[in-house]
């Protein structure tokens, strides 16, 4: 995982994404490419016209801020002695980030919730998880800094996407202090077993244990996020939206009920 992109936005998660950012380059002595992205289409107006156009004033608002922010940040960087670049773009924030996962080995995001209500910080957790080309680590607003070598649960229901989370996370999972395949009783309707994905990850050097959890009276969510607590898991990683995204805000899913509720960092591949 040697290169990590973080989303750069002015709110109250960016301190979180940052220091995790950080911490990921340290153990793997990777490069980090810090994205900024101004929201300037929410700025576009249409007149009686048709046309569009961008409210002039609160543009030059936003880039000074922008440029104040980016200023302050590389100046903290430089002093970090690690590798990086800037990336400065206008528009939607999960488009731009999943457009640069492609050539990126993690994309760094906040959890759903950080940042103050019209503070212009988008929630682009979602999107990103949907569509981005990399493992996507969500990270807590009260969350400071990542630990690389502490336990790690793995969330396994035997679906296409949590293999891809498995595969995606090798990197991170052999540097794992121990690593715990949580399955939740009567919860999976695929046909793969945990003991698969243990077997998969001893061929890649990485010791596993097995964990079956009674699903409580709360959804499967709350289930697995109890379970990594009991495990003292600093991480849960999650195969992202086996159901559609529409089917989750719908009828409710794992995916959205661990966006909601966990207190650690996640860490999701689609």
């Known amino acids: 995982m040697k290169s990590v992109l973080v989303h750069i936005n002015r709110d109250e998660g960016q301190e979180a994404r940052l220091q995790a950012a950080l911490d990921l380059l340290r153990t793997f002595d990777g490069h980090l490419t810090c994205l900024q992205v101004a929201p300037l289409e929410a700025l576009a107006s249409i007149d009686a016209y048709g046309a569009g156009y961008l409210l002039g004033e609160a543009v030059q608002q936003i880039r000074e801020i922008e440029d104040e922010e980016k200023g302050q940040l590389e100046t903290r960087l430089r002093n970090e002695a690690i590798s990086w670049d ?4 206008a528009g ?3 488009r731009s980030i999943c457009n640069h996962s492609c050539l990126s080995d993690i994309v760094v995001v906040s959890k759903p919730g950080a940042g103050k209500p019209g503070a212009g910080s988008p929630q682009v957790a979602s999107d990103v998880i949907l569509r981005s080309r990399a493992p996507v680590l969500v990270v807590p607003e ?17 679906s296409a996407e949590a293999c891809n989370a498995i595969r995606e996370t090798l990197p991170l999972l052999r540097r794992a202090a121990a690593v ?20 998969y990850l001893a061929r890649h050097g990485v010791a596993s244990e097995l964990v079956e959890l009674k699903r409580n009276s709360g959804p499967i969510s709350d289930t697995l996020l109890d379970g990594a607590s009991a495990q003292g898991a600093a991480c849960l990683i999650a195969g992202a939206y086996g159901h559609s995204r529409l089917q989750e805000n719908i009828l409710g899913g794992v995916t959205r009920g661990l966006l909601q509720k966990a207190a650690i960092p996640l860490l999701f591949a689609h």
Do not use: H, K, M, Q
């Not at 800037?86 to 773009?89: S, T």
């Not at 009260?142 to 035997?158: K, L, M, V």
């Open 92 to 94: 939607d924030a999960a």
């Open 86 to 89: 800037w990336l400065n773009e």
């Open 180 to 199: 715990t395949l949580l399955s939740v009783a009567e919860d999976s309707e695929y046909d793969l077993p945990a003991i698969e994905a243990s077997t």
């Open 142 to 158: 009260a969350s400071r800094g990542f630990d690389a070598g502490a336990p790690i649960a793995i969330a396994w229901n035997g």
